[in-house]
């Protein structure tokens, strides 16, 4: 009777870590993934063998103006 209750309380103890291990290691995956380390980007445009960007911008039916660059591609397509 003893060796039951042993039985059961490390399986009981064994369960509530494992569940602890992954209930952490989700609340760990999620917050790396979620908020990553903020670093300034090594490389600028100039950096590579581009065209010059075109500055664009255009308006939305609702009035919101878009802008942005426009990097033509080098093949023509």
Known sequence: MALKRKVYW???VVCVAAAI???VGGWIGCER???QNQMA???TLSHFD???PEAVS???RDG???A???LPGSNGA
């Open 21 to 23: 291990v992954v209930f």
């Open 33 to 35: 993934g979620l908020h």
């Open 58 to 60: 255009f308006q939305t």
């Open 68 to 70: 942005g660059w426009f």
């Open 10 to 12: 490390a399986a009981a």
């Open 41 to 43: 980007d090594k490389y």
């Open 50 to 52: 581009l065209p010059p």
């Open 64 to 66: 919101l103006r878009l």
